[in-house]
């Protein structure tokens, strides 16, 4: 089969020059310059163009209808014309709203155009014999040219790069033959694949089924033209632009907190519908930090690497957190403004951030993942009913790891199973308080997830051994701080600093 011998056909089936394409398998850039390529590719450049009188006095009608009319393969989708319908519908969409600079189109293509790849397979291999394989399509599918094709127009167009992450531009198009052709396709899967179709109730066919068991390998072409022609008939009307649906990329801003407060919570605090606390660290870091990035405040997801109590401060290089955003209208984040949010948190007074960066999706894994490994240190200070003694000092220097049994406190029983869980203790590491002799300032070293406050007074035997038990002696906790988590992640980025 010569290719001059296959576009002749293609022509006279009302194939558009950018299918023809399809079926020499042209790649990439080869679909911007038509002329070059099929020349490349030893085709005669069209000649009922040039001939026009000559064609149509020679009773080649297709070939004229082919120039006149819509594509018979594609149905107009590669069009100039559906292009500038694409683009103008895009632009008239809310697109401008979105301050983003990836993009990537979903097409949601009617069922007739894939049946039509279909028809011209069948065509092909009665023109064309066993050359034209029955299991491997012979053109460039039309998913696939969808993404060699317009996905680089429109974007050029739009001045957008390509990123699958990026503003998701749903398309979705129809064309008037998809009723009419979807409730033949029904009676044709029925006669096609009795077996299966007989098992189900309602046949449902979705496009998926169509692109696998839509083979001549698997439909003889004698059922399929019961149906439909072979090769395709000519249509008078292109495909047709149903809406057009604009979906923001998941953003992730990623930092660090530092909670300064001895009366904030964690995540709102509501008991028996009744809010406990006025602002919680979430709030405070979604409200100046979220609408950058989105106007729905209430979509977003705040995460960090465990969670500290009210009554405890996390200081240090701070816990790591991540705001995941969904539909963003914005995808970047500068350093100033970075840094204006993080003055702005930091005005609350009760907590504070930095290193506040937009992170990929992907990293989110550092902060779901191998919690249970991760280290925390921690700072306690603690009281005795007696003057702390050397022995007592003695005892609680521990430089080798230990386990403990930890029950669930009682304290936290309303939202977590009973369980005894097993935590290792790194390190326990106790100085007197200066001015103080009754008191102990206890920096400890655990595995997180680990209930600092009943390691330190063992709640009654429920934690063993605790810091309690091995002097025997009670001990009070009075202030909890955290001061550093074993995460290195996300980077250090000093937002202060400005670029270049
Ligand atoms: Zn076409």
Redesign the pocket.
């Known amino acids: 089969m010569k290719n001059q011998d296959l576009v002749e056909y293609l022509r006279s089936c009302g ?2 020059e ?2 023809q394409l399809r079926y020499l398998k042209a790649r990439g850039a080869e679909y911007r310059n038509i002329n070059e390529t099929l020349q490349k590719l030893d085709v005669k450049l069209n000649e009922y163009v040039k001939n026009e009188e000559l064609v149509v006095s020679a009773e080649n009608q297709p070939a004229k209808r082919a120039r006149l009319g819509v ?1 018979s ?2 149905l107009g ?2 069009s100039k014309d559906f292009q500038n319908e694409l683009l103008s519908s895009i632009l008239a969409s809310d697109f401008a709203k979105y301050d983003c600079q990836k993009i990537v189109l979903a097409i949601c293509l009617p069922m007739s155009l894939q049946l039509r790849q279909l028809a011209m397979w069948f065509a092909l291999r009665r023109r064309f014999g066993a050359s034209i394989e029955e299991s491997n399509p012979p053109d460039v599918p039309i998913k696939e040219a969808v993404k060699l094709i317009l996905h680089p127009i429109i974007c050029e167009k739009l001045d957008k790069g390509y990123d699958a992450n990026g503003l998701m531009i749903n398309i979705d198009l129809t064309h008037n033959l998809e009723d009419e052709e979807v409730e033949k396709l029904v009676k044709l899967n029925k006669e096609a694949f009795p077996a299966k179709a007989s098992h189900q109730k309602r046949i449902e066919i979705s496009r998926g089924l169509l692109e696998k068991q839509y083979q001549p390998s698997k439909v003889k072409a004698e059922t399929f033209e019961k149906y439909f022609q072979i090769p395709c008939s000519n249509v008078e009307e292109s495909i047709k632009l149903i809406s057009i649906d604009l979906q923001g990329p998941v953003v992730c801003v990623a930092g660090r907190y530092r909670k300064l407060s001895r009366e904030l919570s964690h995540t709102p605090w509501i008991l028996n519908g009744k809010r406990l606390m006025e602002e919680s660290i979430e709030e405070i870091i979604i409200r100046d930090v979220g609408p950058h990035f989105t106007e729905k405040l209430g979509k977003i997801t705040f995460m960090s690497s465990g969670r500290e109590d009210v009554d405890v401060r996390c200081l240090g290089k701070g816990r790591p957190f991540v705001l995941e955003i969904p539909n963003a209208i914005r995808s970047c984040l500068s350093k100033d403004e970075a840094f204006a949010m993080e003055r702005a948190v930091d005005a609350s007074g009760m907590v504070s951030i930095h290193n506040l960066q937009v992170v990929p999706r992907e990293e989110l894994t550092h902060i779901k993942t191998g919690e249970e490994q991760k280290k925390k240190f921690y700072r306690a200070l603690c009281a005795l009913q007696e003057p702390v003694s050397v022995k007592i000092l003695e005892q609680l220097q521990i430089s080798t790891s230990f386990d403990i049994q930890q029950k669930t406190p009682i304290r936290v029983l309303h939202r977590r199973p009973l369980h005894t869980r097993p935590r290792t203790i790194y390190s326990v590491n106790a100085r007197v308080q200066r001015g103080n002799p009754k008191a102990l300032i206890i920096d400890i070293v655990t595995q997180a997830g680990t209930y600092i406050k009943e390691l330190v007074h063992g709640e009654f035997g429920r934690t063993t051994p605790s810091l309690s038990s091995i002097i025997g002696k009670p001990i009070d906790i009075q202030a909890l701080d955290v001061v550093g988590i074993d995460l290195d992640w996300p980077n250090e980025v000093d937002n202060s600093i400005q670029e270049e």
């Open positions: 194939v558009c950018i299918c594509c393969t594609c989708l590669f």
